[in-house]
Structures are given as C-alpha cells and as structure tokens.
C-alpha cells in the first residue's frame, strides 16, 4: 500500500515554516545535552582565570580552493536568500552560502570533540563526558576561538546587516564551524585527519578546562567525585580503595567527598582542623556537629546524627572555598 502523502500545506507548515525547527535541525549535535547558563559560567571563569593555559592557537589550516574559502566566508544574507527553502532551486544564479558547510562542520567538530575525550579520558561517563563536550562545542566557546583566529572580519553578508553579523555571537560559532567543513573537505581523504590534528590542538585546553568544571559540579550535587586525576585521567590509589556509602554516616553525600576534600588540602599544603561537638537532638537520635577549619578559617559546618556524616557534610560546605584557595 503505497505511503500516504499529507497535503502540502501541512508539510510547509510543520518543516519549512519555522526558522526555529530549522535551526534545531542544523544544529543538532549541539542538543545532545545543553549545558546550564551556571555551568557555562563557571567553565569561562576558569577559561578567564586560567588563561596562560590557553597558550597560542595552532596555525589555522589553509583553504587553498578559492571557491571553497568564498563559501566559507559567505552568510545567506548576501543573497538575500529566504530561510523557508526547502532546497536550493536547480537553476539558482546565486554562488552558495556557507549554511551547508556549517551544516557538516558541526557534525566534525562534535566527532573530533568526542574522539579527544574518549582518547583523554577512557574511562569517562557518558552522562559527565556529553556536558564536557556541550560547554566545549557551545556557541560562546565557539565564537571566542573564532574571534581568537579574526575569522568574523572576512565574513560576507548584506552591506546593512555585515557589521551586526560579524559581531553576533551566533554567526560567529556558525562561521568557525563552517571553516572546519572547508577545511575537511579541501583535503580529500585526509580531511578528518588534518581537521582532527588541528582541533586537538586547539581544543585540548577547553576540553580540560571544561573536564574540572563537571567534576565540581558532579561532587556537588551529591554524587560521588570523578574517579580521575585531573590530568591523566586515571584511577588513583584512594579512589580504586574507595567504598560505597555507609548508611551508619547519618549523611547521603558519598564518603568520597571527604576523601576528595583532603586530597585537595593536602595538595595545597593548606593546614585543616575539624571540631566536633555535641547539639541538643531527641533522646533516641543524638546530633553532632562539625566545623572544619582552613587555616584558621571555618570553611564549612555539617550536622548529622553520626560524626562521619557531619563531618562529610561539613566537607562538601568547604570544598567551594579550598578550590578557590
């Protein structure tokens, strides 16, 4: 039985009708797990705070075919091209524009992403790794790259709107994203491999960057910490040690969190004190509490009706001010 074909005007209505559902469409390895507006806040905090790490980018690869490189750089806009389409006529006069190429380059720079984290970090999540690559590959990140290599000066666009485009946010990450595509396919069968070895380069430091972020997160929210050293990304010897939580601790913070918390003490030599005591609490359930001290500082407190509850709790209060420490 042949398939049934809805009547055109459904059909215009429901895929070419919205310029939102066609740039969820372009864009949709970037909605894979959309990293949180205080997520993306604290990656670019440390991107601001740990900028000598961001050492000097890569040479941008070249495009040496001249029509490849003009399509590059060319926005829909120069031609006035309507954003309903649902392809370009056969007979078109217009040269294209790079939306197809952002298109391709989008889906590149995500393969490339992943394939940087599965070889740093083999033992990453899924869960923690899809958030790592999100924060990496955002629009914001990505403009910022762009604007690094002054990709945005040599876009075209309509004369009216060329200025606000190349200052848009938006079309820049578009524009990176379009010459990562120019560059795959100006290189014929060793397009992934030339695009891979760049980004590697450029990447590597957002990627980590990125990696510590969803780790502090990750501990935060109550589940237990990454079991990685930050840089190699391998088990340590207190991690593989590690057990699951004991219900005796009155706490369901993971014990890992005490753990983490003074391997970080100990790393930055900072001096801890931890001073328990008794607080009023029902005849059957005592309470205690905790205060930790760094460096003379009280830096976290914690109540539960077990010590090692409390002071787990009291842990996680304070890890914020050690990290920052």
Not at 186 to 211: C, E, H, I, M, S
Not at 277 to 283: A, H, I, L, R, W
Request: proline content about 7%.
């Amino acid at each position: 039985m042949p398939a049934t074909v809805p009547p055109l005007k459904y059909v215009s209505r429901a895929v070419l009708g919205s310029r939102i559902a066609y740039r969820i469409a372009i864009r949709h390895s970037h909605s894979y797990s959309s990293p949180g507006s205080n997520l993306l806040s604290q990656f670019f905090e440390r991107l601001r705070t740990s900028r000598p790490e961001l050492k000097e980018l890569p040479e941008l690869p070249k495009i040496e075919n001249p029509d490849l490189r003009k399509r590059v750089f060319t926005h829909r806009s120069l031609w006035g091209r309507a954003n309903t389409l649902f392809q370009d006529p056969e007979n078109d006069p217009y040269p294209p524009d790079n939306e197809r190429l952002e298109f391709l380059g989008d889906s590149v720079l995500s393969t490339v992403t992943c394939t940087l984290l599965h070889e740093r970090y083999p033992r990453y999540r899924v869960g923690p790794a899809s958030k790592v690559r999100s924060l990496v590959i955002s629009n914001k990140n990505l403009a910022q790259i762009c604007q690094r290599y002054e990709l945005q000066h040599e876009l075209e666009g309509a004369p009216a709107q060329k200025m606000t485009l190349q200052k848009s946010e938006q079309v820049q990450a578009d524009l990176f994203e379009s010459y990562i595509a120019g560059v795959y396919l100006d290189n014929g069968d060793t397009g992934f491999r030339v695009v891979k070895d760049w980004l590697f380069q450029v990447l590597d430091p957002y990627v980590k960057a990125a990696f510590e972020v969803v780790k502090q997160e990750h501990l935060l929210s109550g589940r237990s910490p990454p079991p990685y050293a930050a840089e190699e990304g391998e088990l340590t010897d207190q991690d593989r040690a590690r057990s699951p939580g004991d219900d005796s601790t009155g706490s369901t913070v993971d014990p890992g969190t005490l753990s983490y918390f003074n391997q970080l003490c100990q790393q930055k030599k900072h001096n801890v004190e931890w001073i328990t005591t008794d607080v009023p609490g029902s005849k059957s359930t005592p309470l205690w509490k905790v205060e930790v001290k760094v460096n003379g500082k009280v830096a976290g407190s914690g109540v539960a009706t077990g010590k090692k509850g409390a002071k787990i709790l009291a842990a996680k209060e304070a890890l914020p001010f050690v990290q920052q420490g």
